[in-house]
């Protein structure tokens, strides 16, 4: 098939004038036409997919959102205007809420390419209603086989690699897992093909999306290292120039690429022709010979590829407050750190009156609980993770007793001990390891479908834009998730890292993919991208939803702050400006968070189901643009 060296295309829109400017971040796009697209991409059987049109598709026109969809038969809250109709549609036409999940997963890959692709990972918390069981999906990248210790060491200085070094470079990228999960979550749980299910996506890469002020932002923050690779130039600076507001950004090369893993299935990215491309690409970053950046060659191999697998595992589950709590395991540290705060909480009566004394103590657990993670949680199929201990109730009471009602422990405390030995308390201690840097730039999607089975979805390549290296003319951006490891061993005498580089090892997160059940049914689910911050907002929202009394609406709404055992605690100014006194009159130093983006943290999704088939979805009002949430037949 003929392969554009263009694969982008920009061409004015026919809508009416942009937004405003908005806080650059997250995803907001879609088209009036989107549904109809969508249905017809949806309304035949799987078969070969076929070729692409002769002529441009009309264009789409701007979005049109909702934060709050209230409604029976199946629902869906995504960041994304397309990606909620894909997935909509796909209930619609009889597919259960796995099928959906995928469906708008392939389409963000579309519209949120800086933050969602199949050059990436991701982790999967579902609910299958008919064994009432749930289950969790490890899709996390892992290291090249190559991968040592000191791979983010530079041989020159013997000192880390600068960190933007690390991001714009193929030693940062994992081997992608989002494609194997699909693959295992379908054959599992689903009821379409991949095939049918890449239609919607396939149509909105061919017709595009209309640019608004967020994607043009995204993209000129990357300008500089993306005019540095040639295929990425070519993709998101089309004419050499950031994609305008309001002009139509299309994705041909990403269509193609579709098309062929609908025709060929996975094994043409793990072990076919596709892998190959990326092995090399890996390899050999594709930059332009007139660039002076430094772009190191990664240490990924076509057997890299080929040893890749998805990996179903036992999800965490705490009880909180009449509640079933369930999160991703290692290696996500997010629901580990979930659980174990919300364990540390639940030595402590809450009462929705007192707000800065609920606050108080959820900060304070924060902080315990990010110096356990950073000390015990890594991959554990590579390192040993006391995760039963870290979670249960002995080690909880053990960490509660070193909070003080009145006042803020310094921070860092040190990590505890999660030996299954508790005394009743123990003194706080001063040594602690630093926190890493994550990059916050992911996306969470939920979705639930008639026969009550739920997903919660969070995926990523980590930085906005990846590293950088887009496969040439594929249409996809690879990850940098391998930066997430930490980049140096600790100093002799030190205590160990479990979260240091090595091979096939996955590098530890903080996605937080959560289901909460009551009484043996889904009661929410809920998720945020933020990198660490992903595991303070989920807290927060169910300390706001479980112990503030706030609607679900409300409780995603309320200003965040985030509290990862650091000397500040980071706030979005409405918070400060509400809560800032009375905690800093408890010793809490509160400062704004400084992002990116600046001042907002996190861009949530969730769901509740506020009685037997009724559900309310709920996205973002106005984080990051705002999300969009969808219910199959609307309440009323």
């Known amino acids: 098939m003929f392969r554009s060296p263009s694969p982008s295309h920009v061409s004015p829109s026919h809508a009416p004038p942009a937004r405003a400017a908005k806080p650059s971040g997250g995803s907001r796009r879609t088209a009036a036409a989107a549904a109809l697209a969508v249905a017809a991409s949806l309304a035949v059987p799987a078969a070969p997919a076929a070729a692409a049109p002769a002529t441009a598709p009309p264009h789409p026109r701007p979005p049109v959102k909702q934060p709050v969809a209230t409604g029976y038969g199946g629902a869906v809250s995504t960041v994304d205007p397309d990606a909620s109709r894909t997935a909509l549609e796909v209930l619609r036409r009889g597919g259960n809420a796995m099928d959906a999940a995928v469906a708008a997963g392939a389409t963000l890959g579309v519209t949120e390419p800086f933050v969602a692709a199949i050059g990436g990972g991701g982790y999967m918390v579902y609910y299958d209603a008919k064994t009432r069981r ?235 609980a990010y110096a356990d993670r950073g000390r015990y949680v890594g991959d554990a199929d590579k390192v040993d993770v006391p995760l039963d201990e870290l979670l249960s109730s002995g080690f909880a009471r053990e960490r509660a007793c070193l909070i003080k009602p009145d006042r803020a422990a310094a921070a860092p405390v040190a990590p505890g001990s999660p030996d299954g030995s508790y005394a009743p308390c123990v003194p706080p201690g001063t040594q602690t390891r630093a926190l890493a840097f994550e990059g916050p730039q992911t996306t969470h999607l939920n979705v639930a479908d008639k026969w009550g089975n739920v997903v919660a979805y969070t995926l990523s390549i980590e930085q906005f834009g990846g590293s950088g290296i887009t496969v040439p003319g594929r249409g996809f951006l690879l990850n940098n998730e391998l930066t997430d490891f930490s980049f140096q061993p600790p100093a002799p005498g030190q205590a160990p890292d479990p979260n240091l580089p090595g091979p096939r090892k996955r590098p530890r997160s903080s996605m937080s993919p959560t289901l909460v059940l009551k009484d043996g049914r889904p009661k929410l689910a809920v998720g945020t991208p933020g990198g660490s911050t992903i595991i303070t907002t989920v807290l927060q929202i169910l300390l706001n939803r479980i112990d503030l009394g706030m609607d679900l609406p409300t409780a995603l709404n309320a200003p965040r702050a985030t509290q990862r055992n650091t000397p500040q605690v980071f706030a979005e100014q409405p918070f400060i400006d509400r809560y800032g006194r009375d905690l800093a009159a408890r010793g809490h130093r509160l400062e704004p968070f400084p992002g990116p983006p600046a001042g907002v943290i996190g861009a949530a999704t969730g769901l509740e189901f506020l009685r037997p088939g009724l559900v309310q979805a709920v996205a973002e009002p106005s984080r990051r643009g705002g999300g969009s949430a969808l219910v199959v037949r609307p309440a009323g």
């Not at 090249?144 to 200085?157: G, N, S, Y």
């Not at 890299?304 to 009449?322: C, Q």
């Not at 364990?343 to 103590?361: C, K």
């Open 134 to 368: 749930v289950h969790a999906l490890d899709g996390r990248e892992f290291a090249p086989k190559r991968m040592r210790q000191d791979a983010f060491i530079d041989p020159a200085t013997g000192r880390p690699l600068p960190f933007d070094q690390a991001v714009t470079s193929g030693l940062g990228v994992g081997v992608p897992g989002t494609l194997a999960q699909w693959d295992l979550a379908l054959r599992r749980f689903g009821t379409r093909d991949l095939g049918t299910l890449l239609r919607p996506a396939i149509k909105v890469a061919d017709r595009g999306f209309v640019v608004d002020q967020e994607f043009h932002d995204q993209t000129a923050t990357n300008e500089a290292r993306f005019r540095d690779i040639v295929p990425t130039r070519r993709l998101f600076l089309p004419g050499g120039k950031v994609p305008a507001v309001g002009s139509v950004f299309r994705n041909p090369d990403l269509a193609d690429t579709y098309r062929e893993l609908a025709r060929r299935g996975t094994g043409w990215f793990y072990k076919g022709g596709l892998g190959r491309e990326i092995a090399r690409t890996v390899a050999e970053p594709p930059v332009d010979p007139e660039a002076t950046r430094d772009v190191r060659p990664g240490l990924m191999e076509r057997g890299d590829l080929a040893a890749y697998r998805a990996v179903p595992r036992k999800p965490t589950h705490v009880p909180y407050r009449g509640t079933d709590v369930y999160g991703m395991p290692p290696s996500s540290s997010g629901g580990s750190t979930v659980g174990e705060a919300l364990t540390i909480l639940g030595n402590f009566r809450l009462d929705a009156r007192d707000p800065v004394t609920a606050l108080h103590y959820y900060l304070e657990a924060s902080k315990l």
